[in-house]
């Protein structure tokens, strides 16, 4: 959970002296009840639905438009870029030439905040002769994907004009205005979360808002180490299951994936156990691309690198009491066992890969092919495994049915299937979308 770090209020206090556009409602605070005479204090509010620091909804200039209580709420929050334009003069636009600097941070789902410090003049005439965004910039941040713009203004238009480009445009697009805020200059941090929910007034152009930016406490150590373990502790039993998918698929002696068959093949080359060839391999791999590919590599490669072997070698000794051996076994079975086995490593990788804490050596070899030829995920495992493929039959290992469905089958239903298992991934791993790292 995030924490708090510093909250800026943006909101004007509410008085019968709360500054309002020319011809809006006169606001008042009168008391309604006593505690001495009702037994309770009660006040009675007067104002128009733009009084104070407010929002627009596109009806306020549209009869077509959503209302307020149509919009949803996630306009009203989100991640803020405040653009700096306290040089300006009364009744001067703010140009694109003002934005220029700020344009990499306007992005799609930003909020856009005019910081002219015009608020200061509240109480004068001059309040009324703001600085003012024009066309030009509106437009632009619109095609640029922003729903929300405040200014510390009372009008995001010239006050005074007889058009209202900024208002006609966003009414046009269903998108939000916030006026007469405040204190954009005490925000004094990098990307400000801003919170501005209106009242749920049904049926009308706009609400009063408490308007705040909030900055966020950073990640303490703990909680980076405890999301890392988390992370890591989800991928683990991956390991373990896929370890018994390879079994699987190395028992009968009918093929296997690609990287066992390369490891097979190095088995029989240098005569060691397979499940140690696999840990030494895996390791040696994992320092060359600690080098080669820093951005694939993380606690789960080593995972992979270390754990793969060992837990191989576990199930091939718990099979062997339960299997017969390959040459004994019948062509049902044989085809029973690589097909689970495949079965259960797709399903492994579909499951550890969206975790993004590294990935084992196969996926990759993957991942870079899947760079160079510039396609997706699935198609530099084909190719990763082909190459694999043809260095194990050349170093004498068996190939057979259960090799030729990895190669070609694998890598398109990993594709398929990450975007499904995926928001199941996140939920065991304790991560958000934006949380997810590597490739």
């Not at 703010?94 to 992005?107: A, F, G, N, R, V």
């Not at 390879?246 to 994936?257: F, H, I, K, N, T």
């Not at 004994?328 to 495949?342: H, P, Q, R």
């Amino acid at each position: 959970m995030r924490k708090i770090k510093k909250i800026v209020d943006l909101s004007w206090e509410f008085t019968a002296e709360t500054p309002i556009y020319p011809g809006d409602p006169e606001p008042s605070v009168t008391v309604a009840t006593t505690l001495e005479n009702e037994g309770y204090n009660l006040s009675t509010l007067v104002m128009g639905t733009q009084t104070g620091t407010h929002v627009d909804a596109p009806y306020h200039f549209s009869n077509s438009g959503e209302t307020i209580d149509n919009m949803e709420l996630d306009f009203f929050l989100g991640e803020a870029v405040v653009v700096r334009v306290t040089d300006k003069k009364a009744d001067e636009a703010i140009t694109l030439e003002d934005i220029e600097p700020y344009k990499e941070e306007i992005c799609e789902g930003k909020i856009v905040l005019f910081n002219t410090n015009w608020y200061k003049t509240r109480g004068t005439d001059e309040f009324f002769h703001h600085p003012y965004v024009n066309g030009d910039v509106a437009k632009y941040l619109v095609d640029n994907g922003v729903r929300f713009i405040g200014i510390d203004t009372i009008n995001t238009d010239q006050t005074g004009g007889t058009e209202f480009p900024v208002h006609d445009l966003f009414s046009e697009k269903r998108l939000m205005i916030g006026e007469n805020w405040a204190f954009f200059d005490q925000i004094d941090f990098e990307r400000p979360y801003v919170i501005a929910l209106p009242m749920k007034l049904i049926g009308c152009d706009g609400s009063p808002v408490r308007a705040i930016a909030v900055q966020w406490r950073k990640n303490n150590g703990c909680e980076k180490i405890w999301s890392y373990a988390r992370r890591l502790l989800a991928i683990i039993p991956s390991i373990f299951i896929c370890a018994l998918g390879v079994a699987l698929l190395v028992w009968p002696e009918w093929g296997c994936d690609p990287l066992t068959t390369f490891e097979i093949g190095l088995s029989n080359v240098f005569h060691v156990q397979f499940g140690t060839v696999a840990l030494v391999f895996e390791g040696i791999m994992f320092f060359v691309f600690f080098f080669v590919r820093r951005d694939l590599v993380h606690l789960g490669t080593l995972a992979w690198c270390f754990l793969i072997g060992p837990f191989e070698n576990f199930w091939l000794d718990v099979l062997a009491p339960m299997l017969p051996t390959a040459p004994e076994m019948s062509v049902g079975l044989k085809i029973a066992c690589i097909l689970i086995g495949s079965i259960i490593i797709i399903l492994t990788l579909a499951y550890y890969i969206p975790i993004g804490l590294g990935y084992q050596t196969s996926d990759i070899f993957a991942f870079m092919a899947a760079d160079l030829v510039k396609k997706s995920y699935g198609i530099g495992l084909i190719i990763s495994y082909a190459i694999l493929f043809v260095i194990g039959v050349a170093l004498g290992s068996s190939w057979g049915i259960g090799t030729l469905i990895a190669v070609v089958a694998y890598g398109p239903i990993i594709d398929r299937l990450m975007g499904i298992i995926e928001p199941f991934s996140f939920a065991v791993a304790g991560m958000k979308k934006e949380n997810k790292k590597g490739k």
